[in-house]
């Protein structure tokens, strides 16, 4: 199972992008790559998922490299309720039990 | 909207209790699964079901077991209750992205 690495916690003013970056340097072939957002008390919330290059949606953008051994996800103008836990997830959603591993996310702090 | 609930947002059990905790989801997906997060540790896989009936275990299966008789149900249950499984404990289904339940808060005393 791809491993990922993010950093353990970040702080971010309101209006700044913040741009959080995933290391899945094992990642393989079928791998796509998944972000979550989580609020204390909370489920997670699939925010956004990508192969490669760039997506995007209503909440924010995924970039991937050609190598695809990184990824980051980016929020533009971030506000005091985007801080939360935001976790990466590599793995094959079409193999259930190869999309199972996350890591140990980062805790965004947004400060007024 | 895909919908994942959860029995109860909160439990509280005595140790040595047989404790259920059910999901249930209406996109009928067919994968489901339970995790457990505790603070530092993140999210850790208990168990996991592909299809009805079917079920794999997952990095921390040890004092749990599972049950899935219909599609749209995935139960998680402790045999005896015991005070290190004081956690917040997640389900979640998937056909591609994972959806996840709110959440039971579960403390054994």
């Known amino acids: 199972l791809a491993k990922t690495t993010q950093p353990i916690s970040m702080d971010s003013y309101e209006g700044q992008e913040v741009n959080i970056t995933c290391s899945h340097n094992?990642?393989?072939?079928?791998?796509?790559i998944t972000w979550y957002q989580q609020f204390p008390s909370q489920g997670p919330r699939f925010i956004i998922q990508?192969?490669?290059t760039k997506v995007t949606n209503e909440v924010a953008s995924l970039f991937i490299p050609a190598d695809r051994k990184s990824s980051t996800l980016s929020l533009p103008r971030v506000s005091l309720s985007d801080t939360a836990v935001y976790y990466c997830?590599?793995?094959?959603?079409?193999?259930?039990?190869?999309?199972?591993?996350f890591g140990g996310g980062t805790r965004l702090m947004v400060k007024p | 909207d895909v919908k994942v609930t959860q029995s109860s947002r909160y439990l509280v059990k005595r140790t040595g209790e047989k404790v259920f905790l059910e999901c249930v989801q209406d996109?009928?997906?067919?994968?489901m699964f339970w995790y457990r997060q505790d603070p530092g540790l993140g999210l850790r896989l208990i168990y996991f079901?592909?299809?009805?009936?079917?079920?794999e275990k997952g990095d921390i299966p040890e004092g749990y077991s599972v049950s899935r008789e219909k599609k749209e149900r995935f139960s998680l249950i402790l045999e005896s209750a015991s005070t290190n499984q004081t956690s917040m404990y997640l389900c979640?289904?998937?056909?591609?992205?994972?959806?996840f339940g709110p959440g039971t808060r579960l403390t054994v005393l």
């Open positions: 996109m009928d997906h067919e994968n």
């Open positions: 079901s592909y299809d009805v009936k079917m079920k």
């Open positions: 997830l590599v793995g094959d959603h079409n193999n259930a039990g190869n999309m199972l591993t």
């Open positions: 979640a289904s998937s056909f591609d992205t994972q959806y």
């Open positions: 990508g192969y490669k």
């Open positions: 094992n990642i393989a072939t079928n791998d796509y």
